[in-house]
């Protein structure tokens, strides 16, 4: 067993918190950053509960996230992608910092680290923790509900444990709505229902909660009356709650129910062979262990999670954020487990070196895959692809020698410096095409000082967010019969129709200049000829 002392725990936090940095300073990616930017710069501006994209009401989603990276730009002086992306990595910093506490508290230190290690270098981590959207602040809240709801539970610090408690769920609440509340209530009577017992829901004091929580969603939904109106309302707790089970067609990201098994298996890979133990039934045989009580609750936590985001006709990969926390406490516990259980000599046998392969998949395949596919030759990529096959080869040589703690070492090295080369190599590559920021900073070239953007064609969310976040101007929509009556100087067109001519302007307009971001994201610039 690798112990870790009180200075190589503090070393440990640091290095966390730079790892969580790294990388932020990219463009905004479609589809939800453009948007959610968009968003939080309107609600900078004109300060409400509605959010409001290009001036129109958007309530999808609670203000708190908004709000908060809307005072963040106050802060700073003015809005910019950075200061957007701290929220999220901040909250998955945090989160991090909580799992490794709480593992080391109920387990050890080694834990704790192995759960942070493994949940920071997992592919769905490593995405949206540094995405600008809400769910890495969901995720922070329902964590500390998680934890806080276990010490009650277990009788710790009840006024304390209490007070975090509810106060996460309230703030999950007001992030993203009931969904908040709703998956710590799922997993807490999964697990009620594997203790065959109610007893352990009283600790929660269930009437003062369901007070709390009732008086938080009707003080959100006044708010949002007062602010929207009855729409806004129907639109924030109907549309997005109610339909979000009940009318597949109408809510968009339409999957069929199994869907997320397959999204498990991408958001938590590299670190499939400990998510394949808890299948085994040893695992769970041994109901005497001092730890089965958090094994089993974390377990139900991520079950009960699993069957209402399975249970919703919407599903994304970024919605398993909150099950990410419990989930990889409870694989960091089977897999320093096992790894206990390793003796001398050659390591692990097959499964250690299944996962050696899946670690080297993960650190080497994106980064190769991308320069090839884009044909760059890039030296500083290549040299750093050449230190991890050789960090890679450690790992085959410590692990033939049975040298545990260095090969273990090895291999946590191998997947950080894998995270670390897709965020200062592969990101910027890929963003080189994927950015819209350096062609609308083009059409700013051109656009008249002190004027709106005009912008007509098949409009979307992307364009509607990120166009006034990047010019920091108006932004108006026009039919084609529009333009010819107001006669603007120049015009934004977009179009959907991958494949398709793309939509031409009558004279006395001209093309400026275009750019084509794959399917749906056709972008051209028009001018009147006239005037330039």
Same mark, same amino acid.
């Given at each position: 067993m690798i112990e870790i002392g009180n200075r190589g725990s503090w070393l440990a936090v640091g290095f966390l918190l730079i790892f969580s940095f790294l990388g932020i300073t990219r463009d905004l990616w479609t589809p939800d950053e453009p948007?959610?930017?968009?968003?939080?710069?309107?609600?900078?501006? @004109?300060?409400? $509960?509605?959010?409001?994209?290009?001036? !129109?009401?958007?309530?999808?989603?609670?203000? #708190?996230? *908004?709000?908060?990276?809307?005072?963040?730009?106050?802060?700073?002086?003015?809005? @910019?992608?950075? $200061?957007?992306?701290?929220?999220?990595? !901040?909250?998955?910093?945090?989160?991090?910092? #909580?799992? *490794?506490?709480?593992?080391?508290?109920?387990?050890?230190?080694?834990v704790g680290l192995v759960a942070a290690a493994g949940m920071a270098t997992s592919i769905q981590f490593l995405m949206t923790s540094r995405w600008i959207m809400t769910d890495p602040l969901l995720m922070l809240f329902t964590t500390v509900a998680i934890w806080a709801g276990y010490d009650l539970i277990c009788g710790h610090k009840r006024g304390r444990s209490l007070f975090l408690f509810y106060a996460s769920m309230t703030l999950a609440l007001w992030t993203k709505g009931l969904i908040g509340p709703v998956l710590f209530a799922a997993g807490l009577l999964v697990y009620l229902v594997a203790r065959r017992s109610i007893s352990p829901l009283w600790s929660l004091r269930p009437f003062l909660g369901a007070l709390i929580m009732l008086l938080a969603t009707a003080g959100l939904m006044a708010l949002i009356y007062f602010d929207g109106g009855y729409e806004a309302v129907r639109e924030w707790f109907w549309v997005n709650h109610v339909q979000r089970f009940t009318d597949p067609q109408g809510t968009g990201h339409e999957q069929p129910v199994y869907r997320y098994i397959e999204y498990i298996l991408i958001a938590v890979f590299p670190w499939w062979l400990p998510l394949i133990a808890l299948f085994k039934p040893a695992t769970w045989r041994d109901s005497a262990a001092a730890d089965h009580n958090l094994k089993v609750y974390l377990a139900k936590a991520c079950v009960g999670m699993f069957l209402i985001l399975s249970a919703s006709t919407t599903k994304r990969g970024v919605y398993l954020m909150p099950m990410l926390p419990p989930l990889f406490l409870l694989l960091s516990s089977q897999a320093m487990a096992w790894w206990q259980r390793q003796s001398a000599g050659a390591l692990g046998g097959a499964a250690w070196w299944l996962q050696i392969g899946m670690v080297a998949v993960f650190a080497l395949l994106p980064t190769v895959a991308t320069l090839i596919y884009l044909q760059i030759v890039d030296p500083v990529a290549i040299l750093l692809l050449l230190l991890m096959v050789m960090l890679l080869l450690s790992v085959i040589i410590f692990s033939r020698r049975g040298d545990k703690p260095k090969a273990f070492i090895a291999l946590a090295s191998s997947a950080f410096a894998g995270v670390i080369i897709l965020l200062l190599v592969t990101f910027p590559h890929v963003g080189k095409v994927k950015d819209m920021t350096p062609y609308l900073l083009q059409v700013k070239q051109r656009l008249p000082v002190g004027e709106p953007v005009y912008v007509t064609g098949d409009i979307d969310e992307t364009l509607r967010g990120i166009l006034p976040f990047v010019l920091d101007r108006d932004m108006v929509e026009l039919e084609l019969t529009e333009l010819y009556q107001q006669s603007p100087e120049c015009v934004v067109v977009q179009d959907k129709r991958a494949g398709e001519t793309a939509p031409q302007i009558e004279s006395p307009y001209q093309m400026v200049h275009e750019r084509n971001y794959g399917p749906g994201r056709y972008f051209a610039l028009w001018c009147h000829a006239d005037r330039n």
């Open positions: 948007r959610e930017a968009g968003i939080s710069r309107e609600m900078m501006h @004109s300060p409400g $509960v509605v959010p409001t994209l290009n001036g !129109v009401h958007f309530i999808e989603k609670p203000p #708190l996230y *908004y709000w908060t990276v809307a005072a963040l730009f106050k802060v700073t002086g003015e809005p @910019s992608v950075v $200061v957007a992306r701290s929220v999220s990595v !901040v909250a998955s910093f945090l989160t991090l910092l #909580l799992i *490794y506490f709480w593992g080391s508290r109920d387990y050890s230190r080694t």
